[in-house]
């Protein structure tokens, strides 16, 4: 197990009928802006439920904030921030708003061309507006991390950053919020967390038996509550078993001392910076091509994986093992609904497998948890797309 250091400084209020606690963690003497996305929180009564519990503070708001958040709609609320003089952030709605969010506090305070924020991958962030969060989608597992990814229009850019600057002093989720969300988001939040998950589990083994255990754990919880959630989007106790994994997947405390892929992610962000796919939607694509391409690297990972999760046979050659997992991943992808193919999105793979592999070159950026992954390899997993 390799050295690590774990801080979790994020308060997590979870359950039924939470959202007005909100009142309690923001002190009434903050100037508040409250940011969402395209309005669905006023049509599911998140909206009322918030204005209702900051009846007695002072907010004013900001939405319009995409899916794959955009750094130019982004910087029309630093604006605001700085203007307003708002000393307080709070996201309401999904992990793209709070995502955003997150940039939004960075940026206020950096000095210089925000987007060397993304550059620079946040390592020269020095302070940032604080932020909360009420979460209504289970997806990216923002509201328990210090990072965030943002996209830029005009270079068809998809990037991310961290720093401890950014964490949310507190996350609200009331997993009753999701009950109105459309499947294809709810479908995509479950390819998000499972992917999430694998980057940081199927990797090369270095002793974390009880890391290992914790994400599969995870994954088959997250299989089995996911169909539970498709068959009946109102089954709360589903909802809020699908949220919690989505938290867990991506909070850092699963992979402790492990070591950590993130190629799938870094391939998927270009896909949908480029041609415009949902997030999940190019994960679903790319996870299995990458186990493929790296599957000698992989192997006792995803051995045990196709063991434990999918219930094979332990005495079968580890290389058989590792294609189950990677078929039967393929395989839940597709049950969800979620397609596995570029072509299905019309996306010719020949292009893409160029365009970005050639970027990667530019920018001398090598992938996966050994930096064995180059454009060339690229290359090769965006061709078998």
């Known amino acids: 197990m390799n050295n690590f250091e774990f801080q979790a ?11 007005s606690k909100v009142k309690d963690e923001i002190p009434k003497d903050k100037k508040i802006l409250m940011t969402y996305g395209g309005g669905s929180i006023r049509k599911n009564g998140v909206y009322k439920q918030v204005m209702e519990a900051l009846s007695e503070h002072t907010v004013l708001e900001f939405g319009g904030i995409e899916p794959n958040p955009k750094f130019e709609t982004l910087m029309q609320a ?12 709070l996201s309401v709605g999904g992990g793209s708003t709070l ?26 962030i020095k ?3 604080p932020l909360g969060d009420i979460i209504t989608l289970p997806a ?12 830029k229009l005009e270079t068809k850019e998809k990037l991310a950053f961290h720093s401890n600057f ?8 009331d997993p009753k919020t999701t009950f109105s969300l459309p499947e294809k988001q709810t479908v995509n939040g479950i390819v998000d967390t499972f992917v999430h998950t694998m980057e940081q589990y199927a990797t090369y083994d270095v002793n974390t038996p009880l890391q290992d255990e914790w994400m599969l754990g995870l994954i088959k919880t997250l299989m089995t509550e996911a169909k539970k959630v498709l068959h009946n989007p109102n089954d709360y106790e589903a909802r809020a078993n699908v949220f919690w994994c989505a938290t867990c997947g991506l909070n850092y405390w699963m992979s402790l001392g492990c070591v950590q892929d993130w190629s799938t992610h870094m391939i998927g962000h270009e896909l949908t910076a480029l041609y415009g796919i949902d997030h999940g ?17 992989k192997m006792n990972k995803l051995a045990k994986m196709a063991v434990e999760v999918f219930g094979a046979n332990d005495f079968l050659p580890k290389n058989i093992l590792a294609d189950i997992t990677i078929k039967k991943t ?21 292009e893409a497998a160029k365009l970005i592999s050639e970027r990667f070159k530019e920018r001398n950026c090598t992938l996966g948890e050994k930096s064995n992954i180059t454009p060339d390899e690229v290359y090769k997993i965006l061709m078998d797309c």
């Open 127 to 129: 302070d940032a507006i």
């Open 166 to 173: 950014i964490y949310p002093k507190f996350s609200i989720i």
């Open 281 to 297: 939607e190019s994960l679903a694509v790319v996870l299995t091509r990458v186990w493929k391409n790296r599957k000698n690297d």
């Open 140 to 151: 990216t597992g923002s509201e328990m991390n210090n990072g965030a990814v943002i996209s």
């Open 78 to 89: 630093v604006e605001i921030v700085k203007k307003e003089n708002i000393d307080f952030l």
């Open 330 to 350: 393929k395989k839940f992808f597709e049950s969800l609904g979620r397609r596995t193919k570029l072509s299905d999105y019309g996306i010719d793979k020949i």
């Open 99 to 124: 995502d955003g969010t997150k940039f939004i506090a960075a940026a206020a305070k950096y000095e210089g061309d925000p987007w060397e924020i993304l550059l620079n991958g946040g390592a020269k």
């Open 9 to 19: 400084p994020t308060k997590l209020i979870f359950g039924a009928d939470t959202i």
